[in-house]
């Protein structure tokens, strides 16, 4: 019996079909993509999206910045663990989250224990064009903020490096692009992802 080869058209008509067996937690630097590669992930997975920072946002009814400024980072930091643990609890999807969560051991100890964390690893210089123009970066509200920039990378690469999948992110990847490297990935991991 001969094998049928499907062309790109029978592809793109009828795209594989996923399922997401653990929640797939993305981590990295601010501008690393995490909120947008985790919504073109979702969307190609077929799964609920969450964006940790917009879910502390919510419940708080302020800003991350506006957080910072009122309670201070270390309250921030508690929310985000909470809420990260809550996340953990529903039905597998993507969660996002802020720059900053992974860096707690306990978030890395629940998200390994009941998710799969992946690391977009880019470079400083992707980091700092993506992220230079934004105001909503509280950690960079200095005097110097490719300095700081430079000083967070310099701390955090070495726990991000501790993520359970390292994706690398390059300047020409579109977002679709992107979310398709995680996806192909996931693939090598059938205790996470299965291929229908």
Known sequence: MSEIQQSPADTAQNPPRYHLKK???MVGMMGAGKTAVGRALATKLGVPFVDSDHEIEAAANLTVPEIFERDGEAFFRKRE???????????P????TGGGAFLAEANRDNISARGLSVWLDADLDLLWNRVRYKTSRPLLRTANPRGTLTELFEKRV?????????VVSTPALSIDAMA???VDALADRPDVLEVL
Not at 81 to 91: G, M, N
């Open 158 to 166: 070495p726990i991000y490096r501790l993520a359970d999948m390292t």
């Open 93 to 96: 999807g993507i969660l996002s």
């Open 180 to 182: 398709q490297r995680v």
């Open 81 to 91: 663990t909470e809420v990260i643990s809550r996340l953990l609890d529903k039905a």
């Open 23 to 25: 929640t797939v937690v």
